[in-house]
């Protein structure tokens, strides 16, 4: 049959228990495990085959298993207090940020991500992006922020992995039909459906939208598997990170431009543009097309209105994740758009222009920066790292001034928390924990739980893995075709007692999944120490185009069947979230062991210490910022090297030297119970100092109180009667850029070699500005010790203007300093442009040292 509709068709429902269908589709369900509970308390086997999806769990469960239930007093009392939890969250008397923000209330921050990892039942993400983003909208939802989720809804997802008798990644798609999972049509105030369209070379492209409930946060998922699109137009989001460039940039523009429309459609008017990594920034050309055109802007005026509204957070520093479009391609696609922003084509290149050794490219990351204000890493280390890489774009200011900050990354507490300790931690940290999960205090706590209790429940938790890996080892086996020996085999592998070590995460290259393989005599046997056995267990995807990360896989593969290695490490195929969940509560030690300073954050390993298993990790991405010596292990030295060799031998000779004197020596040390005290002390001393700040709720209060409120107040200022703010802070730069050719600024600072520290001194400048006013700029003294070449402890003072001008036109300002620290202190006089409406002083790049 050439099929041409599909409807899920459900059972009827018994009257009593109805709501488990209005519960289906709102992911609440997703991070309280009560209200899945529900679900398979009614099938449990067929809860875990759907793989936990509500809906298709519902249209397919036998109609007198609800009846059942229905009639069954434990299940109805289990189903009122869910439903009486969902109500409470859904309808809350106060949340953080109307308390906090009550101005704000009703201003929407619109959040545009090309991938979203809510659950595994929805497998439209790829790795840590996508699992961050789907975490920032559960946090957004918890603290009441009024955020919108925009992206794609991709019928084949990210591909299912599977591994080949020779150990080779192979990868599936499966068509995911849109009315078996938790979405339902997005419909506009008139209760229609919504299309959008955008125009590629020769057509347009139509898009249907999605909506997903996240908790009080709704997502917005665009799909071109419409009419009237060509066949090729139906597939073109048809798959996460599929095709070439020019699917990329197609894709990119119906994200970008696509999205901005789709909520336009929904008469939704965000004041916030977030863009979660470069994908979807072409969201900013749109809304500068849009007020270039019905508010009759200059593509410079427009341009500060949509750069106010818009946050960029940068992923990685590494070029695969950073796209990089030729030229003619961007003709192609954007040739007829250029001239809806009243630019020209060199106006339009130039504003994303990053020159590759294969000539000009257009970069999202460009982009990105040149329209929003306000740009952030993901770690403190890779705050400094994007500040550095991206240093050029703003040529006059220091690297540690260029205005790129950092968010550290965290994680939905209640998604990744096993069951079991959630229940203890609302046991010892309080009813109300889940409110205060961001308070470091509420977690001294954790120290109270019995060694005895909290070992009981990882160990259960560890049991919990192994069965599950057993099942999932047996079915590779009998998908590949492996013989009854080596499938019952797989029934045995894996030791309860053993000390087992997860790694999982995607299979790029730069995380080095094979770095423990580097010496194989020697992690052989430590594997295989009869006292103090170990064991690893891998998962992970490698981008199907990646064919080092895919031997990778191989090599991992083929070292788990190889002689004296069996049983001791496998690798699991198609990891995800549900597995990511067995994982992080199940395995005793988690291991990062990336390429300094590649991982721009990392969360796994976050997700791990929440659940009581310690870190072992290269001190990369999030890992110096959490690291106290106490809560698990750093691996090497905080340094990079020339070459990747040296590096490799060094970080794996750290890494085997802690595992035989520090880790596995800790693990079983037990006392006269069986308990390693030692151990546990990590355990809780992980938990305690990572649960409360790599979290998400404190994420989220971060970006708020960051960016999100200053980039609603900016926006408010420049677009309030017509654009006036923007059309003045834009003729304001002009003329700052035109005039600042003749500034000129020169200083005198002590002319003794010596001070004492305490000691307060005079400091003068002289300006010429020329055509610009006095208060136009800003007069800076800088001051900072010099620490073998690294100037630390940096101090700003802004001078004052005490005369000017005299008859050569000349400002003279002035400052008195105290030496605050001593050692070698070095100074500087600057003067920098200066306005109310910047949103950093350094927007401009503008600066002339004395
Ligand atoms: C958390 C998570 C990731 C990210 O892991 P990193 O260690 O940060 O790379 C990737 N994939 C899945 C399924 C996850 O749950």
Redesign the pocket.
């Known amino acids: 049959m050439k099929i041409i509709s599909r409807v899920s068709v459900f059972p009827v429902m018994p009257q009593r228990i109805t709501r488990l269908y209005e519960l289906a589709f709102n992911l609440w369900w997703s991070w309280n495990y009560t209200a899945q509970e529900l679900y398979r308390t009614i099938d449990s086997e067929l809860w875990d085959e759907l793989n936990h999806n509500t809906v298709r769990f519902l249209s397919n469960v036998e109609p007198a298993k609800l009846e059942k239930a229905a009639a069954d007093e434990e299940f109805l009392k289990k189903y009122d207090s869910v439903l009486e939890a969902f109500d409470a969250y859904m309808n809350p008397t106060s949340t953080w940020y109307k308390d906090t923000y009550p101005e704000y209330k009703d201003k929407v921050i619109a959040y545009f991500s090309a991938e979203f990892?809510l659950h595994e039942a929805l497998p439209i993400y790829s790795?840590?992006l996508g699992?961050l983003a789907g975490d920032h909208c559960k946090a957004a939802s918890d603290i009441g922020l009024p955020l919108v989720g925009v992206g794609f809804l991709y019928p084949q997802g990210y591909f299912i992995q599977r591994i080949n008798y020779d150990g080779r990644q192979e990868a599936f798609y499966e068509k995911i039909h849109f009315s078996e999972v938790p979405a339902t049509a997005a419909v506009n105030a008139k209760g229609e459906e919504v299309v959008i369209s955008v125009d590629l070379p020769g057509r347009k492209v139509y898009a249907k939208v999605w909506k997903i409930q996240v908790g009080r946060v709704p997502l917005y998922l665009m799909d071109t598997d419409v009419d009237p699109n060509l066949p090729s137009d139906r597939d073109l989001t048809a798959r996460l990170y599929g095709g070439d460039h020019e699917l990329r940039i197609m894709q990119e523009i119906v994200l970008g431009i696509g999205g901005v429309r789709a909520l336009r459609a929904l008469g939704i008017a965000a004041t916030v543009y977030h863009s979660n990594d470069s994908h979807p920034v072409f969201q900013g050309l749109e809304r500068v097309r849009e007020l270039v055109q019905t508010q009759g802007l200059s593509f410079d005026q427009a341009k500060e209105a949509a750069a106010a509204s818009g946050v960029f957070t940068t992923h990685t520093p590494v070029a695969a994740g950073n796209d990089v479009f030729n030229h003619d391609l961007v003709d192609r696609y954007f040739g007829s758009f250029w001239p809806y922003l009243g630019i020209d084509r060199d106006g339009f290149m130039n504003l994303a222009r990053h020159d590759q050794p294969w000539g000009p490219g257009y970069s999202m990351t460009v982009l990105a920066m040149r329209l929003s204000n306000q740009h952030n890493g993901v770690s403190a280390l890779h705050g400094s790292v994007s500040r550095r890489m991206w240093q050029w774009l703003w040529p006059g200011v220091d690297a540690d001034e260029v205005p790129v900050d950092h968010v550290t990354n965290g994680i939905h507490t209640q998604t990744w928390l096993a069951p079991e300790l959630d229940e203890l931690y609302t046991q010892y940290l309080g009813a109300d924990w889940k409110e205060r999960i961001d308070d470091p205090a509420m977690w001294q706590a954790i120290d109270k739980i019995p060694d005895q209790v909290l070992w009981d429940i990882h160990c259960r938790a560890k049991k919990t893995l192994i069965e599950f890996l057993r099942k999932r080892v047996i079915q590779m086996r009998v998908e590949v075709g492996e013989g009854t020996g080596s499938v019952e085999e797989a029934g045995h592998i894996f030791d309860e007692n053993a000390f087992t070590i997860g790694f999982a995460?995607?299979f790029a290259t730069y995380k080095r999944a094979t770095l423990v393989f580097r010496d194989v005599a020697r992690i052989q046997k430590l594997l295989g120490d009869k006292k103090r056995p170990v064991q690893i267990v891998f998962a992970g995807k490698a981008h199907p185009a990646d064919e080092p990360g895919k031997s990778f896989i191989q090599r991992v593969h083929q070292i788990s069947r190889q002689e004296g290695f069996e049983g001791r490490i496998v690798f699991l195929e198609n990891?995800?979230?549900n597995m990511?969940r067995y994982l992080v509560q199940g395995v005793d030690m988690w291991l990062?062991n990336p390429i300094r300073p590649n991982e721009a954050s990392?969360?796994?390993?976050q997700?791990a210490a929440l659940n009581g298993v310690p870190n072992a990790s290269i001190l990369d991405g999030w890992w110096p910022e959490a690291y106290n010596g106490k809560n698990g292990w750093a691996i090497g030295e905080e340094r990079t090297y020339q070459s990747q060799d040296i590096q490799d031998e060094a970080d794996s000779l750290a890494l085997y030297n802690l595992l035989e004197n520090d880790i596995v020596p800790t693990y079983f040390n037990r006392d006269e119970n069986g308990l390693p005290l030692g151990w546990i002390k990590v355990m809780k001393e992980s938990i305690k100092t990572v649960a409360p700040y790599f979290s998400t709720r404190r994420m989220l209060k971060d970006y708020t109180n960051k960016f999100y409120i200053s980039s609603i107040k900016q926006t408010l200022m420049l677009s309030t009667e017509n654009y006036a703010g923007a059309k003045t802070l834009s003729s304001w730069k002009r003329a700052i850029y035109d005039g600042w050719n003749r500034v000129a600024i020169s200083a005198k600072t002590p002319a003794e070699s010596k001070l004492a520290l305490g000691q307060e001194f005079k400091v003068t400048a002289q300006t010429f500005l020329g055509q610009l006013r006095p208060s136009d700029v800003v007069v800076e003294f800088l001051m900072a010790r010099d620490d073998d070449g690294n100037l630390v402890n940096q101090e700003i003072i802004t001078m004052e203007l005490v005369s000017g001008p005299d008859q050569n036109s000349l400002y003279n300002y002035a400052a008195n300093v105290k030496v605050s620290q001593g050692g070698s202190i070095v100074m500087g006089v600057r003067v920098l442009p200066t306005h109310p409406a910047l949103t950093s002083k350094h927007e401009l790049g503008l600066v002339r040292w004395a």
């Open positions: 990892g790795g840590g699992v995460r995607r990891y995800d979230m990511g990062n990392g969360t796994s390993g997700k």
